[in-house]
């Protein structure tokens, strides 16, 4: 029944490795996001696919690789981990409706680089 | 810029209002909102503004929107322990990018 799910909650790895972090919604939206938490709570967009189609792309390096096969899944490949990839990395999705474009959030993913 | 400013830290005491501030960015946003997150959680809606509302009130939140001064507040009553949290304003561009910019957010402690 969850809305918005991303596994693994929580991911510690080697520099030098390469992880991935799957997103999953059930809620039908045309939109879905990555965005990254870090250590003083900041928030910043990463990536934002429309309908399959990347739209946003910030200035993330090219290790992180997002892919969406379909509408529902959103997944995330990070290439060469750098300790400054530690951070909490949350799914979101949106769909334009009567209240707005609201933004529904996954629990996140600690990812923890050694 | 993109910058969406809050101030960092309110404490309050258990029972006492909280006021948490926000100023945006984009003049042109048409929603704008408010959540929340709990220690080791995800982001949660708490509520949203239409721009053209001054007000808007859902039991013990309150939403304030100056759209001249760009400032967006978030009026909580009888505050309680289990408001600790962090509180995120947010701006959503209404191009084509979608983009849902943040706030720095601001850490709500409520004293016993």
């Known amino acids: 029944d969850t809305a918005v799910s991303q596994t693994p909650k929580y991911l510690v790895t080697q520099m030098g490795n390469d992880k991935s972090i799957k997103c999953e919604q059930n809620?039908?939206?045309?939109?879905m996001y990555w965005y990254k938490q870090d250590s003083k709570k900041f928030l910043k967009i990463m990536f934002s696919?429309?309908?399959?189609?990347?739209?946003i792309n910030e200035t993330v390096p090219n290790r992180f690789s997002p892919k969406s096969p379909d509408k529902a899944h959103l997944n995330l490949h990070i290439n060469s981990l750098e300790l400054g990839d530690s951070a909490v990395y949350f799914c979101a999705s949106s769909q334009r409706g009567r209240q707005g474009r609201q933004a529904f959030f996954g629990q996140g993913t600690r990812l923890t680089v050694v | 810029g993109e910058d969406v400013e809050q101030s960092l830290f309110l404490s309050v005491r258990e029972g006492d209002s909280s006021v948490i501030n926000c100023t945006y960015t984009?003049?042109?946003?048409?929603?704008l909102y408010w959540y929340k997150q709990e220690p080791g959680a995800g982001l949660q809606l708490l509520t949203y503004?239409?721009?053209?509302?001054d007000m808007k009130q859902d039991q013990r939140l309150t939403v304030l929107l100056n759209k001249k001064d760009k400032h967006l507040s978030l009026r909580i009553a009888d505050t309680q322990t289990g408001d600790s949290a962090i509180y995120f304003c947010a701006e959503i561009r209404e191009d084509s990018s979608y983009k849902l910019i943040f706030g720095s957010g601001t850490r709500l402690l409520v004293r016993p």
């Open positions: 809620l039908g939206h045309d939109t």
């Open positions: 984009d003049s042109s946003s048409t929603y």
């Open positions: 503004i239409f721009s053209n509302m």
């Open positions: 696919y429309n309908n399959k189609e990347l739209i």
